[in-house]
């Protein structure tokens, strides 16, 4: 089997990369240098001269102030990329997997969500993205739509967790906003999951992502900042739990784009597939365990 990787060296790109290698499979992952996917001719040429069973697209433009910047880039990159890759697999007759993101979702309400949730999309970054969903959708139908988020559990490229952590052993003051949700999600997980999902016959929307579990409620980043460093005090990383400022989502002025503030996805219809995540908690368990064994006292 040959997969077809876009996005190799991203935080989620790598994972997936990874995954494939150790499957025995075929990679092949383009740079930038390789494939502009700001050219969407050049992003549909380079799928059609490189015929591949699988495509994961994990590539995007993921900084919502980078977006709201540079708004053209965003849809290209975002919404027009993809579209390109979903009408090349129509002729190479690849299997496709497109990364989405939960920012897509009406972000008002609390509560879970599942993938016939309402839309509505906030900023440059999340409308790009639900157009990209919208694009791949249209023009391959037989595609796959994973939405993901909060990504972390890769100590190379670390998200919000490891960087908490990193702060801490550092003794810097810390902060989380309390009064935003989701699904902590493991790369590595997504790695996995994402290939599985190409075996099957899935197609459409899917929400990737870790589970509540027992707790039964999504967690905030205060939540998963402190988990992460119970998990670290554990371990033995740090000599006892620091103390962490509540912030508020209504007075993060260091922030120029809207985020929602409710997007925890269901993932009940991934695991009927038969593909197993963990919960939120076990999550941040496993992310702060690889961060710690990857750079122990100098994280």
Request: hydrophobic share 45%; net charge negative.
């Amino acid at each position: 089997m040959k997969v077809l990787v876009f996005g190799g060296t991203g935080r989620t790109g790598m994972c997936v990369a990874q995954a494939v290698l150790h499957r025995g499979a075929e990679l092949l992952a383009p740079g930038r240098a390789d494939c502009d996917l700001a050219d969407a001719d050049a992003v549909a040429d380079y799928v059609l001269a490189h015929p591949a069973d699988v495509v994961v697209n994990c590539a995007a433009i993921s900084g919502l102030e980078s977006c709201a910047d540079d708004p053209l880039a965003a849809h290209r990159a975002n919404a027009m990329a993809p579209a390109a890759m979903a009408l090349a697999c129509r002729h190479t007759g690849a299997r496709l997997v497109h990364l989405s993101t939960d920012y897509v979702l009406d972000g008002r309400k609390p509560g879970m969500k599942d993938e016939s949730a309402h839309c509505r999309p906030e900023g440059w970054y999340a409308q790009s993205k639900r157009e990209g969903e919208q694009q791949v959708l249209e023009t391959l139908p037989a595609a796959i739509v994973a939405r993901v988020s909060w990504i972390g559990g890769n100590p190379v490229k670390p998200g919000f967790a490891e960087n908490i952590i990193k702060k801490a052993l550092a003794g810097e003051p810390l902060a989380a906003i309390a009064d935003k949700y989701s699904m902590p999600t493991d790369a590595q997980d997504i790695a996995r999951a994402a290939l599985d999902l190409a075996a099957t016959d899935y197609r459409g929307i899917i929400h990737l992502c870790s589970g509540t579990g027992e707790a039964g409620t999504p967690l905030s980043w205060w939540d998963c900042a402190h988990l992460a460093l119970q998990h670290a005090v554990s371990a033995g990383a740090l000599p006892a739990l620091p103390e962490i400022t509540r912030q508020q989502l209504s007075a993060a002025s260091f922030f120029r784009e809207p985020r929602p503030r409710h997007t925890a996805m269901d993932n009940s219809r991934l695991l009927s597939l038969g593909i197993p995540m963990p919960t939120a908690r076990q999550t941040i368990a496993a992310i702060t365990a690889r961060f710690l064994e990857y750079a122990p006292g100098k994280a």
